[in-house]
């Protein structure tokens, strides 16, 4: 049996109140992950930290076999940029830049050759080449979507993919995720408030109450 990508054990956080504690999850390869929970129950927080950009109060987290808030910020760049990538709520592009050269920058710093039927698959193909601020936020999104793929992660953290969505190109995204997955053997970590895109996922969990538990499909 293959080795997780990544280990999460007792993990807690709190700011202004307190969000979670006792969350342990793990993802293996080939495995997609959701996570459902109101607006306010932590699990952006969660999936910042899994990713390592918010340490925990208490826990752990092992990705690809290291602990992630012990090792040195270097090195945790390194598995961010080359391994691992992030969908935001947010595209952060580069909006003086076509949605090409967004792709291109991310596919560069990973070392990696972009896959033109990427765009084919999000059906952004054709808008590809216009600059950022001359799309659609759904084209926006899916070249976020692009640029995230196009370096190749074996792990994905999706932060509400699908959120300002409409229903046919959410199907589509999230197709495009789960096959990525599927053919690359990558592990997939999505927090969302949509049961319909969540019951996509292999395994799915609810945040609430401060706990993180199983959710009844």
Do not use: W
Not at 32 to 49: E, F
Not at 53 to 78: A, F
Not at 160 to 183: C, F, I, K, Q
């Amino acid at each position: 049996m293959s080795q997780p990508f990544l280990v999460a054990s007792g993990l807690a956080h709190a700011f202004d109140y307190p969000l979670y504690r006792e969350v342990s999850l793990t993802i293996s390869p080939s495995e997609s992950v959701a996570v459902m929970g109101r607006s306010g129950s932590g699990k952006s927080t969660l999936l910042h930290t899994l990713a390592g950009l918010i340490e925990p109060l208490e826990g752990r987290v092992e990705l690809m076999g290291r602990d992630l808030y012990r090792i040195s910020e270097s090195e945790k760049e390194m598995l961010r940029r080359d391994r691992t990538g992030i969908v935001f709520q947010q595209h952060y592009l580069f909006k003086g830049m076509t949605g090409r050269e967004n792709v291109e920058i991310a596919a560069m710093l990973a070392r990696q050759e972009i896959d033109e039927t990427l765009f084919e698959a999000l059906e952004i193909d054709t808008v590809i080449d216009q600059k950022v601020s001359e799309l659609s936020g759904g084209q926006q999104q899916r070249v976020s979507l692009a640029r995230v793929l196009s370096k190749k992660p074996e792990v994905i953290f999706a932060d509400e993919p699908t959120g300002n969505l409409d229903l046919e190109t959410s199907e589509l995204v999230m197709r495009v995720l789960l096959d990525y997955v599927e053919a690359h053997e990558a592990g997939l970590f999505m927090v969302t408030h949509d049961p319909e895109v969540a019951g996509k996922c292999d395994r799915i969990y609810l945040l609430e109450a401060r706990r993180l538990k199983p959710y009844e499909r």
